[in-house]
């Protein structure tokens, strides 16, 4: 007798070891990127590297401008004050990015906020100065301190930029703002740290630095490379978030269920006193080509990744292909590797059978493709109902996110309908109290821009 699918089996949470972290580094650092696609968690090893060279060359530049000024016989305190100058300087003009206007009290207040980190800076430096004059330390500490002082300003005035972009639907995680900003920081002065212990004359001491730099560099690492481990493993198209919609493209209702959506627990977890299960909700996504669908699915997934939620994304074409290769209502060993696209070597797709979130993409260039207009909707009842009955049970354990895309199946009513029929396959019977299904009808093309995120508007969100 086949196996039934049970809890907590299918699906399940993302299940990350250290043991999983370590293999993840070491294939990261020995691949090459002509031979393998970039992964997340390797971008984000490549950033830390050069947090810490960036450390390195600041160390460098701040004794060679103090031994320059020395030299030239200028006050040592003018090296704290261009510090502070330049800081107070940093990103001038930027604010204008992710939507925030230079001249509106966010831009405003950003660009003093600036300037204060720039004078604090700026201040600590002269401090740090005088102490080194009344203490008399060592040549070895001044430029130490003061490129901490230099690193730690820099990502200050970083953190504060970012989070000037102020989204009232999608508030910005300042959390995790903050976090990565902290971890940039630190990453820079152990760069700071390793060029100042080059400098050192006792081969012990320079070994001692390097090693406990080493030690520090990988215990902060891998609570990081989890979360971007949890995100490539999803096989996401793109990283994008939903706070990259602008307040004017959604109004606040609506982002309101979205929010409440992605902020909810995912089956099979459990909420609420007494503890219940997640009731598996469906959402389905519309909207004309260059709508900006394939980026909403993505946020909503990526969403749902960042908080350590077990995602996957697929497209329809590829879902009829595994479900067609199970055996009739056999729920499940999909160990099988012609039942699952595992994904490149380096990353390890998670299996679409055991995901909290399911994305499937593509679905109405498929249905267009075999189907008249008339018929679509048909078409697509069929698709579920027989191609997709062999894995009924895991499209109704899980979340699932349905991307469509024919032009002819986007308007309103239609893809009402759509939803309706996806609800009736994927949630059975409504049950009291439980949460609804989505519509997100997606209006307005993407205006085209150089650079930054994809312009998407929602028109609207329907609950069904």
Known sequence: MSPTLTEPERPSKPDVKLCDVVTQF???????????????????????FGHVAVGFLVYFMVTLVVYLLRALGMPGWWFPVILGVLIALAFRGKEVQGGTHPNSW????????NVAVGILVCLLAILVFYMSQIFRWSDWWLPVILGV??????????????GSKISKNFPLDRKLLAA????????????????????????????????VVLVLAVAMAPSWLIQKIIWQKAALPFLYRLADVNDQDINNLDAKLLTEFVNEAA?????????????????????PIGSGRSEMAAAIGTEFAFKGR????????????????????????????DRNDAGPDNIRYWSWADAQVLIIDDVGPLISAISSSQSRLNEFKRILQQDLANIEDVLKACHTIWVVGSDNCTETPKLIDVAK?????CGGAPTPGAKKALVIQLTQRRAPTKMGPAHVQVGKVYPI
């Open 267 to 287: 089956p099979p977890e459990l909420k609420g006193r007494p503890p219940e299960k997640v009731t598996p909700r469906q959402i389905v996504i519309g909207g």
């Open 26 to 48: 070491w294939t990261d650092v020995r691949g090459k990127e002509v031979e393998d696609p970039g992964s997340y968690s390797y971008t984000w090893v490549a950033i830390q």
């Open 421 to 425: 029929a996806v609800t009736q396959h």
């Open 180 to 211: 990565n900003a902290l971890i940039a920081a630190l990453y820079m002065i152990l760069g700071v740290v390793v060029g100042s212990a080059i400098t050192l004359q006792d081969p012990w001491a320079r070994a001692g630095i390097f090693v």
């Open 310 to 337: 077990k995602v996957r994304y697929v497209t329809l074409t590829a879902l009829l292909e595994f479900a067609q290769r199970m055996p009739a209502k056999m729920q499940f060993t999909t160990s099988s590797e």
């Open 149 to 162: 002082l230099g690193v730690s300003g820099w990502e200050l005035t970083q953190f504060i930029r970012d």
């Open 106 to 113: 966010i831009g405003i207040a950003s660009r003093f906020s």
